[in-house]
């Protein structure tokens, strides 16, 4: 059997824990926090990772992770995941969708050919309807952020005695 990671935690240390592993936004972050309250138990890896539902590995990496860089190490960093076909911050993107869009109001495989041309991409149509959805909410918030304080609240339309 391999010698176990014990880590000593302070008070303010384990209260940051708790307070993540209670309040965390994402379920992962909590989830990590739990796994550190736990190893702080003198827990094994194994004992932590059938708690928690995962590998030992992983319980060492995040532990390894947790004591280089503290409870921020713990929490996601930005960047992961696939990056998106289409982007709502590439103007390249938004003009060419708007002007296909304009040209082929009703049909969606004419536009996704085009954009297929111009773009050099290759997307389902429903990625395009994504896009295009987020494109109309993101304008609608947009408008709505323009219009907040311009309207007058109504006169109450009480009668004099």
């Given at each position: 059997m391999?010698?176990?990671k014990?880590?000593e935690?302070?008070?303010?240390?384990?209260?940051e824990?708790?307070?993540?592993y209670r309040k965390?936004?994402s379920?992962?972050?909590?989830?990590?926090?739990?796994?550190m309250?736990?190893?702080?138990?003198?827990r094994?890896?194994?004992?932590?990772?059938?708690?928690?539902?995962?590998?030992?590995?992983?319980i060492?990496?995040w532990?390894?992770?947790?004591?280089?860089e503290?409870i921020?190490?713990?929490r996601?960093?930005?960047?992961r995941?696939?990056?998106?076909i289409?982007?709502?911050?590439?103007?390249?993107h938004?003009?060419k969708?708007?002007?296909?869009?304009?040209?082929?109001p009703?049909?969606v495989?004419?536009?996704?050919a085009?954009l297929s041309e111009?773009l050099?991409?290759?997307?389902?149509p429903?990625?395009?309807k994504?896009?295009?959805?987020?494109?109309?909410?993101?304008?609608?918030?947009?408008?709505?952020g323009l219009?907040?304080?311009?309207?007058?609240?109504?006169?109450s339309?009480?009668k004099?005695?």
């Amino acid at each position: 059997m391999g010698k176990i990671k014990i880590i000593e935690l302070t008070d303010e240390q384990r209260a940051e824990l708790e307070n993540g592993y209670r309040k965390g936004k994402s379920h992962t972050f909590r989830s990590r926090c739990q796994m550190m309250l736990l190893k702080s138990e003198k827990r094994t890896s194994t004992e932590v990772a059938e708690v928690i539902g995962c590998c030992e590995m992983v319980i060492n990496n995040w532990l390894t992770r947790y004591l280089e860089e503290g409870i921020e190490g713990l929490r996601t960093r930005a960047g992961r995941g696939r990056p998106p076909i289409l982007s709502q911050q590439n103007p390249d993107h938004l003009n060419k969708v708007k002007d296909e869009i304009e040209k082929h109001p009703n049909s969606v495989k004419t536009v996704i050919a085009a954009l297929s041309e111009d773009l050099d991409l290759q997307m389902h149509p429903e990625t395009l309807k994504r896009f295009l959805k987020k494109m109309v909410t993101a304008s609608v918030a947009h408008e709505r952020g323009l219009r907040v304080g311009r309207w007058k609240p109504r006169e109450s339309k009480k009668k004099p005695f």
